[in-house]
């Protein structure tokens, strides 16, 4: 996500690098590599030009500054100039009604269908809520079937009509019928085009009028830059929208739709998707994503993905099984399942401080545990309880079971062991050893 614009913004930085202060020559150098930087990820012209010079003023302003490098200071200002053109705070959803509707809006191909799952899944467990899907793209068979399969998945009812045509008649059944079974949220995805039509237009502007959503919000592949932000301006003059919402943000996007929508629609970002999953959706805050463009990270993030699939129950049982030196497989098999539950890999060690030049180039695959937990479901209940009974036997069978090599499981084991060891020391207080144990698995 962003790696490119986040590595000529890097560079443009480099310019300053060495500088005892800021002046108007190094700064004007350093700003004509933002701009390009910005323009080459697709950002709006006027948008980057405003962006710059703005930057230079305050940068100009503040040369008698002492306590910052340079470099420092310029990655300051575009760190707080960017989170501002992005919106500057994380806004919310109107969750008022009763029940809340939802409007979702978008192109066909934008992922507005797996976004309205993915954002019903976040309100039934994130905001306690008991959502509706309601199917409202009668043009699509295949639409229709895709939100009973999201819904499914999901443990959330849809409502829909395969024998009605009218997408408004629809919104209101589906509204009535959440009255009737306790829903408190209802979602209503409608049809997309493969471009902008006036047909599509006004049904879902008429949908708009008969229902009075709490909140329209419009979904926008986040990898088409500035044809989003072109496609946003022209629904919402439309349906003068609540909120965007960017898919597709773990792909390989330039980052000009995130950066330059906001300015132009004057409406906020509200979520962001990254990636297939159904968990695979956040708040958008301004200032992290700012963070992340520019290589910081994004360890706010992190520590709350953490904290969602932090269960405190299992952590007292393996508190205690590390104490007693009866930490097991089963046991790591289950830390390996709440780390997925945060997410794909990449997307989790790109909020990591650094750690995306560190990656660069590399490919990490998301389902990276799998011949890890290949391995561990090819042991015995026995063998999972008690690694100490691995003979070479016994890993010659596991690594045929598994298709992986004797080689790999006794890499498990090594960093199983090394782990064990690691996790007995933090409760033990041995900082010390435990960092020496770190060096020595490098």
């Known amino acids: ?80 100039e960017l989170t501002e053109l992005m919106g500057g705070e994380a806004e919310g959803i109107d969750l008022s009604g009763d029940p809340s509707v939802i409007l979702m809006s978008g192109l066909q191909g934008s992922g507005k269908t ?34 009973h399969v999201v819904g499914d998945q999901i443990g959330v009812e849809v409502y829909s009509d395969r024998d009605n045509n009218d997408p408004v008649a629809i919104a209101k059944a589906g509204i009535a ?82 950066i330059s929508i906001k300015s132009v629609v004057d409406k906020p970002i509200k979520f962001i998707g990254t990636g297939e999953k159904m968990e695979a959706i956040d708040v958008f805050h301004p200032s992290r994503m700012a963070d992340r463009i520019l290589g910081m990270g994004d360890v706010v993030s992190l520590v709350e993905r953490a904290q969602e699939q932090f269960d405190e129950e299992q952590a007292r049982k393996i508190q205690k099984k590390i104490a007693k030196n009866k930490f097991g497989f089963d046991d790591f098999l289950s830390q390996i399942q709440q780390i997925k539950k945060m997410g794909n890999m990449k997307d989790l060690m790109g909020m990591i401080p650094g750690a995306g030049k560190a990656l660069k180039g590399l490919d990490i695959d998301d389902d990276a545990f799998k011949h890890i937990e290949a391995i561990i479901h090819s042991m015995t209940p026995e063998e999972r309880a008690t690694p100490s009974t691995l003979n ?10 598994s298709g992986t090599s004797i080689q790999e499981v006794n890499q498990l084991l090594k960093q199983f062991n090394q782990m064990s060891k690691m996790m007995k020391m933090m409760q033990g207080g041995g900082g010390k050893k435990m960092m020496q144990m770190m060096q020595n698995m490098r």
């Not at 997309?192 to 049904?203: K, P, V, W, Y």
């Not at 070479?392 to 079971?401: E, L, V």
């Open 114 to 147: 797996t976004f309205s799952g993915k954002l019903a899944n976040f309100l039934k467990n994130k905001k306690t809520k008991k959502p509706l899907l309601v199917a409202c793209d009668v043009y699509r068979p295949a639409a229709i079937d895709q939100l």
């Open 392 to 401: 070479a036997s016994r890993k010659k069978r596991i690594a045929a079971g």
């Open 1 to 80: 996500m962003f790696d490119n614009l986040s590595e000529k913004l890097d560079k443009a930085f480099h310019v300053l690098k060495g500088h005892g202060q800021i002046t108007e020559i190094n700064v004007a150098e350093t700003l004509k590599e933002v701009r390009r930087a910005l323009l080459d990820a697709d950002v709006n012209f006027k948008i980057a030009k405003e962006f710059t010079n703005t930057v230079k003023e305050k940068a100009l302003g503040q040369n008698v500054l002492t306590t910052l490098q340079p470099g420092q200071l310029m990655v300051k200002l575009v760190k707080d």
């Open 177 to 258: 019928h959440a009255k009737s079974t306790g829903c408190n949220v209802v979602i209503i995805d409608t049809a997309g085009r493969l471009a902008m039509d006036e047909q599509m237009m006004n049904e879902i502007s008429n949908i708009h009028k008969a229902v009075k959503p709490q909140e329209t919000l419009f979904v926008v592949d986040s990898m088409t830059g500035q044809d989003a932000v072109n496609t946003a301006k022209a629904f919402n003059d439309v349906l003068n929208f609540d909120g965007v919402i960017l898919t597709k943000l773990d792909g390989d996007t330039r980052g000009g739709a995130a």
